[in-house]
């Protein structure tokens, strides 16, 4: 038996009861209009050089909640020629169209553009969110 597996379902549990739709970002329309797409830092605030995790809620655009996606995370901050110093990406997928990203750290403040990719049955889509960074 996988020690971590009852740990891993209290965390996502936790996670789902503790982040309402209300207090997470508002929805955006993805590229091609598959998805509605918010997301939830896992901290109080955005801060530079600390690692981040967020809840990231994509449905589908009747409002289901989208499952089985592979999803890709990048950033960049507009003006400067430099991206994020580490490598998020989609480590869970909780239920309810919600997934766990890991590894969102930002180096400078500022604005930067955080971008999503959505990959199910050979179908691609895409969001990008503008994050104020302190």
């Known amino acids: 038996m996988d020690n971590l597996r009852y740990p891993r379902i209290a965390f996502g549990m ?3 009861l503790s982040i309402s739709p209300s207090s997470a970002t508002d929805a955006h329309i993805s590229d091609k ?3 509605r797409v918010s997301w939830q ?3 109080p605030e955005l801060t530079t050089d600390l690692i981040h995790e967020w809840l990231l809620h994509v449905e589908t655009a009747d409002r289901r909640p989208a499952d089985n996606l592979i999803i890709t995370v ?3 901050m ?3 020629a430099h991206g994020l110093p580490t490598q998020p990406r989609a480590t869970a997928y909780l239920g309810n169209g919600d997934y766990r990203i890991a590894g969102m750290k930002f180096q400078m403040s500022g604005v ?3 971008r ?3 990959w199910r049955k050979n179908r691609r889509d895409w969001v990008i969110f503008e ?3 302190k």
Do not use: I
């Open 74 to 76: 990048s950033a960049h």
């Open 131 to 133: 994050v104020p960074v």
């Open 33 to 35: 209009g598959l998805y």
């Open 116 to 118: 999503f990719d959505f």
């Open 14 to 16: 936790v996670l789902a």
């Open 41 to 43: 830092s896992l901290a």
């Open 112 to 114: 930067w553009w955080v």
């Open 78 to 80: 507009p003006g400067h």
